[in-house]
């Protein structure tokens, strides 16, 4: 959590927040209503690029996708969504209702990337909660 060390009236009604730098400590300022919208407060670009390098964690970062799977393995899952996606287009498979709530609007849930045209059509609510319990399925 950032130090804030004093809050500056520059005019009426605008302040000027100076705080520790998240990463490097030293000494920074910056508009109230620009510090206000940010969880991390930097004194320039360069400790922020370090604190993203080095002490941000891992699920935080904006390219953190698919829990850090192997390279292989999203390339598949990526050609399995694909593949279903054509499949879909060139209508050669038809969307389902929802397989636990009868929903219409649907999307396709793979048990199996190696089978990308093997799915489950599930609503997304329901697609969500299968992911955090897989065993609804069964």
């Given amino acids: 959590m950032t ?9 009426k009604g605008q302040y000027v927040i100076f705080f520790i730098c998240d990463d490097c400590g030293a000494l920074a300022s910056e508009r109230k209503s620009h510090f206000m919208k940010k969880k991390r407060h930097f004194c320039n670009r360069a400790c922020y690029s370090n604190f993203r390098k080095t ?6 970062q904006h390219a953190y996708k698919g829990g850090g799977l192997p390279l292989s393995e999203k390339k598949k899952r990526i ?5 279903l996606n054509h499949a879909i287009t060139q209508h050669r498979i038809k969307r389902g209702s929802c397989q636990l709530c009868c929903d219409s609007n649907t999307e ?19 697609h969500r909660k299968v992911h955090e319990n897989p065993e609804l399925l069964k």
Avoid: M
């Avoid at 130090?3 to 005019?11: Q, S, Y």
């Avoid at 396709?108 to 329901?126: Q, R, S």
């Fill in 3 to 11: 130090r804030v060390i004093k809050i500056h009236e520059v005019r």
């Fill in 55 to 60: 002490k941000l964690p891992k699920k935080e």
């Fill in 79 to 83: 050609k399995a969504r694909s593949d």
């Fill in 108 to 126: 396709g849930h793979h048990t199996d990337y190696n089978k990308p045209l093997d799915v489950v059509w599930l609503c997304f609510k329901c």
